[in-house]
Each structure stands twice: as C-alpha cells, then as structure tokens.
C-alpha cells in the first residue's frame, strides 16, 4: 500500500479537516506528523522571543490532544524537532511515501518553510500537495482573484457575500488507515528554552490547547450560555470570558475550523433565530479571512516600517526605555498600563484593549510599530502571522486603514469601556512574580546607539 504523509501545521484537529480527508480518501496509509520549528523558538531581529511560554504551551497541549484525537481514530502523531525540510523528509523517506499533504501557508516565513521541505522532497521523488485549510471563504470561491482583492475590507465584505458562498465543513473521518505509530514523544517547556508560568486567577479565560477544549468552547458560547446571542453588544468588554467568543487562540493554531463555527452558527440561528450578534461573529472572521487576503496579496511589505502604504508611520523612533515601560504596564497611562500587564501576565488581551495599546505605541510613544508587533508576536496566545501584523500596520497607518491619522484617545476609550474602572482597578496590581517571562530585548549598542539584534527573518522578510 503506499503511503501519504500528513504534515500538520496550524491545522491540529481531525475535525473539518481537508488535508487529512484527502489523504484518507486517497486510500493510502496515513502517517501524521507535526515538526517543531526550531525556527520558532529562536529571537526575531526586534529582540523577542518567537514563541513566549503562553503560545508554546498551547502548543503543547494541542498536540497532546491531537494524538489522542488520532489514536482514536486508529492512528497517533509522530512529533520531531528541528527544520521541516529535514525532519519531516526523514519521516517521508522511512515510511517510503510518495506524497505528503499539508495545508496552505501565506505568510512569507511560512511560505519559504513549505517551498523549502518541497525542494527537499523532489530529490526523493516524492511531492507535496497543499490545501486551502484554514480560511472562512475558501480563496478559490471568492470573486475576485488574490492581486484584485479590494484594499478596503467593506467592499471586499459586501463583494464576497453577494457572490460567495462558505462551503460545509468536511466531515470527521471514522477512522484513518495507519501503520503502528509509537506512543507521543513531546519536548518539555523547557527544553524549548521557556519556563512555565502560574496561572493569573485574574484571566479572561484559561486556554488549554486542543480540538476537545475548542469544540468545548463552542458548546459554551453557542449553545449552553446563549452568549452569541448579545456578542454585538459585549463584544467591546474587557472583564471576564463571556464578552467575546474567545475563539481566537483555537482558530490560529487550527484546533477550531472556522467553517465549524460558521455550521454551528446557522444551526443556531434556525433554533434560536438570526440577529445582529449571530451574524457578527462571522463579520469577524471575514476579518480574520481579509487579512490573510491581505498578506497573500501583499506578503513581505508588511513587515516594512512603512507597511503596504509607503508613507511614513507617526513614530518612527527606537527607545528602550519606553518600549519596556510599555510592556511592562508601566507607562503611567492607566487604560494603557491595564491592558499590558493582562497581556503579559496571561498572553491574552481584548480586541478594544489591542487597539488601544496598539495605537497608544504609535501615536503617543511615536515608537516603530513593529517593535510592538514583535512583542505581540511573543506573548500572544492567539498569534496569527497575518492577523496580528496587519492589523498593527492597520493601527500604524501603513496598512488598510481607509481613515488617515486614526487617532484612539485614550482617557475616552476608557471612560467609554470601562466607565466604572472595573478593568483598571483588576491590573492595577503586579506581582513580581508575573512579570518575570522570557522577553529578551536583544539590542546591540553601536556608536551609542541602540539598535535591535537583526537576523535572518528580516533579510527575507524584507525582499
Ligand atoms: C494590534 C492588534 C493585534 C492583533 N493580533 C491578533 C493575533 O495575533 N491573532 C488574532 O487571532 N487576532 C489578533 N487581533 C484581532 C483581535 O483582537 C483578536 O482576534 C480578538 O481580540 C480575539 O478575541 P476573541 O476570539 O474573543 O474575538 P471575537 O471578538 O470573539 O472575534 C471572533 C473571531 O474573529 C476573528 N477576529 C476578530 N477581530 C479580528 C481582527 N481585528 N482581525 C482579525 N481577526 C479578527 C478572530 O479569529 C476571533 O477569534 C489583533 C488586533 C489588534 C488590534
């Protein structure tokens, strides 16, 4: 029988899962395999971490659950650590497979990795075939092609509801044909070079990885706690885990399909009606889906200064100092301080608190957007290459953003969402404790002047 590799990326479930039904459908054996990136547990050029302690444990305990996911559908996940054009053509070339699938890519990082294990592959003769995975809309559905996406998310919006349509979520498969797979072997925290983190008892919500805790999720926001049912309304809160859906983290590592969530969302509506918040759950995942457009058209520019605009950002300027006071909650601006020491403190923080921070970094700090990008890079949960760069560049005034100079004041930001000081007076504290977290600031000194470490992720970032 010949053999199909399944390389899993930021598509850990069985759930609607198009890569792993295909490869199923083949009717091959199946082997699935997940490569750490030793790339992603390095510093990138601004000093940061890659991967903060929050983000990596997530990962862990997705791939737990992932294996156990399999195992019971008759297979396992073999892990390995180091570069995916090495490790995941070793796996290729023991099992003697002829293909390996994988989902797409579109961050440029991303991007090189998959072009890399191919090139590899080809001299075993085997291929790599990649599929749409991840999106609302699938790219190929939409109706216009990736270069004439409109730059503006309204019309793309309107453009894309009129004349697309989401397609049903692939079905769980029964079972997958699988050689004997030994038990998981998964590196500590440690070894990936972090060092765990007490919970915050003050966290909007304690994430565990994985498809069980996803789909759990769901249940919760849909079905058990009717919540859907006013997010339009609570969407903009910033105390507890009910105001927003929270999906965030599981849909970036793939642990939750968004067409999942968009079935979920229609069965709901027939049983409970459709109204403003059900459909603005799916507002936002075309957001999620604009942005990914984005990148695809875009790629690389929007890691420059100056963003897919070419203009020139409020802040252009490198301090250390301020970017730690930042980070740290310690800027004196309350609402500001509040969302910092949340994010550091428990790798989450609201949409309204991001904005904010975001904007204060920018437009008050007049700091280099991408310094705060790349610390959102490392202490994010939810990271997701295409959403958290493009909605910074978006902040900064180099991206989307069809207002120029936008502009949030932040003492009406916060009597407006926290007009009774709910959120503030939950950060006012910190404990020493939480904010000892791997960030690194590697910056080089040169002629008095600081400057960040560069590596090789901007050399072809920037090409
Ligand atoms: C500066 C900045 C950086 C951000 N970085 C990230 C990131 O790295 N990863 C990430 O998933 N989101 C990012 N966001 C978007 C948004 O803040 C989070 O998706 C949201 O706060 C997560 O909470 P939730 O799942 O409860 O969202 P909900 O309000 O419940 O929204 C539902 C889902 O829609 C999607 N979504 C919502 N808003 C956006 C948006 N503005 N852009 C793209 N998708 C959106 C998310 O997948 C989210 O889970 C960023 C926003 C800003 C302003």
Redesign the pocket.
């Known amino acids: 029988m010949k053999t199909t590799i399944v390389w899993f990326k930021t598509d850990l479930r069985v759930h609607d899962n198009v890569v792993l039904n295909a490869a199923i459908d083949n009717g091959d054996l199946v082997v699935p395999v997940y490569c750490i990136d030793d790339a992603h547990f390095g510093n990138t050029e601004y000093g940061f971490k890659k991967t903060g302690a929050f983000r990596a444990k997530f990962l862990l305990e997705s791939l737990q659950d992932l294996d156990a996911q399999l195992r019971a559908l008759g297979s396992g996940l073999i892990v390995v650590r180091g570069k995916p054009s090495t490790e995941v053509v070793k796996v290729a070339r023991a099992y003697g497979a002829a293909n390996v699938f994988t989902s797409d890519e579109i961050a440029p990082e991303e991007l090189a990795t998959i072009h890399a294990v191919r090139e590899k592959l080809a001299e075993h003769h085997c291929t790599l075939t990649v599929f749409g995975n991840s999106s609302l809309y699938e790219v190929t559905d939409l109706p216009f092609a990736v270069q004439t996406v409109p730059d503006m998310f309204t019309a793309y919006r309107k453009k894309t509801e009129a004349y697309s349509s989401v397609r049903p979520f692939v079905p769980t498969p029964e079972s997958i044909p699988s050689p004997s797979i030994s038990d998981l072997q998964i590196p500590s925290l440690q070894s990936l070079g972090l060092e765990d983190h007490e919970q915050d008892e003050r966290a909007a919500i304690q994430f565990r990885g994985g498809e069980t805790a996803a789909l759990a999720r769901v249940r919760h926001y849909l079905w058990e706690s009717k919540c859907v049912l006013t997010?339009k309304e609570t969407?903009n809160g910033l105390v507890g885990a009910d105001y927003?859906?929270?999906?965030?983290a599981w849909?970036?590592m793939g642990c939750l399909s968004a067409r999942y969530v968009y079935s979920e969302l229609k069965i709901f509506e027939q049983e409970h009606g459709a109204n403003d918040s059900t459909y603005w759950?799916v507002f936002?995942?075309m957001?999620?889906d604009y942005?990914r457009l984005m990148m695809m058209k875009y790629g690389s520019r929007f890691f420059l200064k100056r963003g897919i605009s070419g203009k020139n950002p409020t802040g252009v300027r490198f301090d250390a100092k301020l970017l730690q006071r930042w980070i740290d909650g310690q800027t004196g601006e309350e609402f500001v301080d509040a969302n910092m020491r949340e994010l550091k403190a428990t790798g989450f923080m609201?949409?309204r608190g991001?904005?904010n921070v975001?904007s204060y970094l920018c437009n008050d700090l007049k700091l280099d957007w991408r310094y705060g990008a790349a610390y959102?890079e490392q202490q994010?949960t939810?990271?997701?290459a295409c959403?958290?760069w493009c909605?910074?560049a978006y902040?900064a005034g180099v991206g989307n953003d069809p207002r120029p100079n936008r502009y949030f004041n932040i003492q009406k930001q916060s009597e407006q969402y926290d007009g009774d000081r709910r959120f503030r007076k939950l950060w006012s504290t910190v404990t020493d404790a939480r904010l000892i977290l791997p960030i690194s600031l590697g910056f080089v000194r040169h002629n008095g002047i600081l400057f960040a470490r560069s590596g090789a992720r901007a050399a072809y970032r920037r090409k």
């Open positions: 997010y969407r927003s859906t929270k999906f965030s849909l970036s759950v936002e995942l957001w999620r942005f609201s949409n991001r904005q975001a959102f994010l939810d990271y997701d959403s958290n909605n910074w902040v």
